[in-house]
């Protein structure tokens, strides 16, 4: 059992009948060719079935890395489109750059089912001025190398994307490739994942992840630090929340605990800082996935998707930094977004790759990342066979939805690390199971035995505690409004409950960093603010 940790003292949906297949979807066994959109002003009337899926699909429960950031934000705006209008699309479609990653690309894994889309995100950082470099700590030359790589995979119903975000650190092996700098020519060799762009660009970035994953890419995305912070800006901002201070002298990243809406360059320090706490990457990675949720929430909240000129000013801002390969145009925009246009956070599920052995030496390279090959093979064949990654993901056998619950509220430690002994302190039949099931089921491990309390009866609820375990204590009290704490010196790890007569339910929670370290996805209604 995980000792809680002790205390430092320094968040289109159609399915059915199969849709018409996006360019480099494979399914039945073979590629389909793209299916144009419909240049018409006038929209197709559904038919009853779709209108009924898509009723049903309103009701589900859900609140209309640096790749991660500003691609994302690409994602959704093209998940828009179809309710914009083509005019608008064929005109910013001039806007992106080209490049072509899949040239005389051989031995390619099987597509699949749905679509899969290579985000990478590079510290091209050309346009930003000297006053942004200063005060957002963006010196030193741009290293032409991703900062940040993502898989996104959109279900073949359209009704899922799930984001994989792939450590810049993991160990790769590069396949036999030309230096796109110098024209060298190199046999296969060990480097960090990001160095594949350095030395080959998207095409060997592509090559490298579909060796890595076998999962095939349909297309490839790429922005940069400028795109980002002027995209962030156009939107009004993005609310993020976190449940203690935040502070990273590389970045300047400097927060209280709370709710803050950032600007583009606040929100490109809270993106990429890294020396917060000591998970380092991974937990920059995490965080970006709340912050991605935040953009998502904001985009289609914001009426940006259903505002012509909103639309345009957003997305011809973003565009002016990003490329794309030559497939991607105007009429997949449109068919994308016609599919996907009830997007929402709780459409989209987050994770990264689990990783087996941290700070694995390589010899001339130093330290990286090694995947964990039975989880990550697992992960990856997910997405090929077009799988949820969640219980709670669109597809994942939810079954019906009851009573909407609460928003959780933000703790500092997941409830899933803090062990808890319940106790019945009033003379109420049943009592201690019921708390002990309500603080189960928001994911506290307790014993699952509760105890009938020996002493007088107790009116208000109290959580006893070692002072050791503070921070666990808190985020306990948390769940139980009201709750008294009371702590008790050399009482251990394990977190005793008195449950009293001024007991009436238990609160969600949900910690920041949800899996405290551990791989896992989530939806993205699961880490956005209450």
Request: glycine share 10%; proline share 8%; net charge positive.
């Amino acid at each position: 059992m995980p000792t809680p940790p002790r205390s430092p003292r320094p968040r289109p949906r159609p399915a059915g009948r199969p849709r018409p297949a996006q360019p480099g979807v494979r399914a039945a066994g073979k590629e389909r060719s793209a299916q144009p959109a419909r240049k018409t002003g006038k929209a197709r009337k559904a038919p009853a079935a779709r209108t009924a899926r898509t009723a049903r699909a309103r009701r589900r429960n859900g609140r209309p890395r640096w790749g991660m950031r500003v691609a994302t934000t690409l994602s959704v705006l093209v998940l828009g489109a179809g309710g914009i209008g083509h005019a608008i699309v064929t005109s910013l479609d001039t806007g992106i750059g080209r490049v072509d990653p899949f040239k005389d690309m051989k031995n390619r894994p099987d597509g699949g089912h749905g679509m899969n889309i290579l985000l990478v995100g590079t510290d091209g950082r050309d346009k930003i001025t000297k006053e942004e470099r200063q005060k957002y700590r963006l010196g030193g030359a741009p290293c032409r190398c991703t900062d940040t790589i993502m898989l996104v995979h959109v279900s073949e119903d359209r009704e899922r994307a799930s984001i994989v975000s792939l450590p810049r650190d993991s160990y790769a092996e590069l396949p036999a490739h030309t230096d796109a700098t110098s024209g060298d020519k190199h046999g296969p060799h060990p480097v960090k994942l990001n160095a594949a762009y350095s030395e080959g660009g998207p095409h060997l970035t592509v090559r490298t992840v579909e060796s890595m994953t076998g999962v095939k890419i349909n297309h490839y995305l790429e922005v940069d630090f400028t795109s980002f912070m002027k995209t962030v800006d156009s939107l009004g901002g993005v609310e993020i929340c976190t449940a203690k201070p935040l502070k990273d002298s590389h970045t300047g990243l400097d927060l209280d605990a709370g709710t803050h809406k950032l600007d583009g360059g606040q929100a490109l320090q809270y993106v990429r800082s890294r020396y917060l706490d000591g998970s380092s990457d991974l937990g920059r990675m995490q965080r970006q996935q709340r912050f991605m949720a935040a953009l998502i929430n904001q985009a289609t909240s914001s009426g940006v998707l259903l505002n012509p000129v909103k639309f345009r000013g957003v997305t011809s801002t973003m565009l002016d930094s990003v490329r794309a390969d030559k497939g991607f145009g105007t009429e997949e925009m449109l068919a994308l977004g016609k599919a996907m246009r009830d997007f929402t956070p709780a459409s989209s599920e987050f994770t990264s790759v689990p990783v087996a052995e941290r700070g694995f030496p390589v010899k001339g390279i130093g330290s990286t990342l090694k995947w964990d090959p039975v989880k990550s093979g697992k992960l990856f064949r997910a997405l090929r066979e077009d799988k949820p990654l969640t219980p709670s993901a669109p597809g994942g056998g939810r079954g019906p939805q009851g009573p909407k619950q609460p928003p959780a509220s933000a703790v500092e430690v997941s409830p899933q690390q803090i062990r808890v002994q319940v106790y019945n302190a009033t003379r109420q039949d049943g009592l201690g199971q019921r708390v002990d099931g309500a603080l189960r089921g928001t994911g506290f491990n307790t014993t699952r035995a509760p105890l009938n309390h020996t002493g007088p009866e107790v009116s208000r609820t109290q959580v006893l505690f070692d002072p050791r375990w503070d921070r666990s204590a808190k985020s306990l009290a948390t769940a139980l409004p009201g709750c008294e704490l009371r702590p008790v010196p050399r009482q251990g790890a394990t977190l005793k409950v008195m449950a009293g007569t001024d007991y009436k339910t238990v609160r969600p929670v949900r910690a920041e960093d949800v899996h405290q370290g551990e791989f896992g996805a989530v939806t993205g209604d699961q880490v956005v603010c209450p």
